[in-house]
């Protein structure tokens, strides 16, 4: 891991091996479930990307380098204006331009992913980049969203996040909460502006009980609001029946009787829990989780690895009625995201280090007896590619012992030496391989090596994943 | 293929899964030859950037909108300052950065390829976008280049165009040339500054031999001699052996006297490109080929779509000694490039319109019967699914008419129907696929299927692809 220039994160390459498995299993997994790949601008309108307020501090805009050259009065005019264009900050803002630009194409319900570069100005710190790569899947409806779809997206990540353990990313869980369901709540005790209060309990896990307790007495509410709020947000349930049995509980340990709102969403929640947990994923009602973007509107998610939930939510999402409208239309939709520089960064700072060991995609490296017969060796490694098995010739010719700790250090297991029959004839005896022999320099095992039917070995696969 | 901005190519879903497996394509290709894949930062320091001088016009310089917003005296404070960060203009000089920063940490030859986004602020025409991605390989030494990577690395991008076929690219020829013999012949005709007169002979393709000696006129030289330079550049070859007769005939019928230098270097090209073809790649000599960058000291190339010559090259590179230094050590490299979205405007433009059809990645679309049922279907696209084929659900349970449409909308073959046995005992019975049936909406055709043993058919990959 490398900064060219602070905050901008640049992976080594078996850092970056590692990347692009995580990213290669999203899309696998996306495209298994149908949803469709596609790229937005990474320049978007600037007023398009203000919209969403509350970052337009952190937007990165663009100018022309070429003002910069041109007699000062030409650039000082333009300096006043507001630049038009900026980078992207998330890749929402950027879908949900996309989906109005081409709402005449696009076969609706919409189903989406994204695997992009997002910007932001904002100060860099531990686990915090400039530039990072976010995965999104969405679905985008028009004017209607079926229900069934908030249970199947989260379901679509957490399938993605399981097979993301096969490349070292530890087990996560999966927090639900649904903002109807804490408007309901804050009605039921009596409080107003239920937005200002969603915007505190989202930061409830990054500043504690006891600042949140502050803030909430800051906007207005008596100790025995703030203690109602900070009690609810302390439930969590496995199952909907847990749920329903936590909240009464709950308003009966208060006084409270349940209105008929409340216990609908309680039981709507419920539901969605039981269908997510349904096929074995770990998920659970947490009624803390709020999101602070205001377009979301109903259910939303969290999701914290195991034993490391200070690290924060490495997949986050919600659902959200009203972000995209056009005329008379609007786009209701539903979106999680997968932070995928804050994943490798967690993985570079807390997986074993084998993860950064093996640099070459190549899984054979062969070796060179001399530079006369590095044909031989060209046609061996066709040979094994046409095979699909990754090949590298060495670059040089020199001892043995130099070219197989070339090998050590980009990670490739195994040295293929091209016997005398191979290397001796050239590039007329391609397929004779009878003196050729295989190097496995983990186990430092060498034993003869027919190029048409050696693979690596079914065990080195789970070694190396 | 939509512009949200103007210059800034947005593609629908079905040109993005084309994209999708070009750039797959690549990657495979690539990573099966042992070439390691980074991606470096979208940012770079201007001052790098500018190195470059030629193209200063067209970056983007990076501001942040939060200065807008300040008083107006701060802003303009930093106003008469050039931005410390710019957007990339290519992935070479991101390249150099990223060697120059982890020198220490890298193995050398370092075998990389990058696919990324760059930007360019010039003015929008046909087949030019301002935000375009790139595909670029690279083998970057350490002090000594090996002379065998100036056909390596061709080579594997040609095994790149040839399988590229298979999603529609048509077939290409590649075009070879090298600096050094073109330093040799100038220096014979008698020319001091040959590098001007390589960039003149860059543009010759796009401005026609006319313009191209009225050029040549202008920096000075005779008639004589832009003859010489024009008739020169006339030469094709398609081996080292028409190479050699061709240009002794051409300094016969000149009478002019072959030096030694320029011999060498004749046969040294011809040997490059007999390698190159031994392997059944289709590439000729082409002396007018000279790459207007002048980091290029080498062996240039050049590839275009066959009848299609005047689109331009889609495929261009070559060898550059100096262009990487740190120290007293320099990394010399060789590099080539596909322009991906360049060519997807082609392939859009050129390609029959079956391109055009399938926007979701899903084979399968499982219809359901009623939303009291979708649970049955959901199970059904679970093992399809756990079988590795691509399944969508139906997002609505009206008529099946209206299903089916939804399929064909979104390209998807085959439409499940699921059986009463299946629907009827929901859940429980998901491996029940008794009175299952699938429909082929190409040719009509619906058949029994079983869940456990259906396949997309052999013959219809063929189709698809």
Redesign the interface.
Known sequence: M????SG??????AD??V??EITDTFRHVA????????????????NSLLQKGET???????????Q??AD?SA??VQ??E??K???RFDLTVPLS??VR??AN???F?F??FQIQ?V?R?ERPQKGRF??FTQADID?V?KNIM?E??ETEVPKVLLKILAELQKVGVPKAQMHINDRRLLEAYYKLIGIKDVAIVMQVIDKLDKIGAQKTDEMLSEIGLGADKTAKILDFSAIIAHSKQEFMQKVQEFVTKHGMQETDELLYEVERLGDKLDAITA?GFDAVIDTKIARGLDYYTGIVFETFINGHEKFGSICSGGHYEKLIALGKDSYPGIGLSIGITRLMSFLIDNADSELQQK????DV?VLVNS?ST?NASDDL??TL?SR??????C??SDKFGKQIR?AE??G?RYCWFVGENGAGLGNDSGNDSGNDSVKDIVTGEQVPADRNIWSVKAETEVIER
Chains 1, 2 share one sequence.
Not at 359 to 362: K, M, N, Q
Not at 388 to 393: E, L, M, R, S
């Open positions: 490398a900064n060219n220039i901008f994160l640049e992976l080594l390459p970056r091996r990347e692009a495209k298994l479930h149908g949803f469709q790949e596609i790229e937005t601008s990474a320049v978007q309108t600037t337009s501090k952190e937007i990165y805009a663009l100018t022309r380098l070429q910069y050259f000062n650039a000082h300096d006043s507001l630049p264009h900026s980078l331009n996309y630009t081409n194409e696009l076969v319900p189903k989406v570069k910007w100005g400039r530039e679905i409806c079926p069934h779809f096929d640099a070459s995609p190549a490296l530079e590095r490694a066709k590619r699909q098995i990754a090949t590298d010739v670059p040089f070339y250090k980009l490739i």
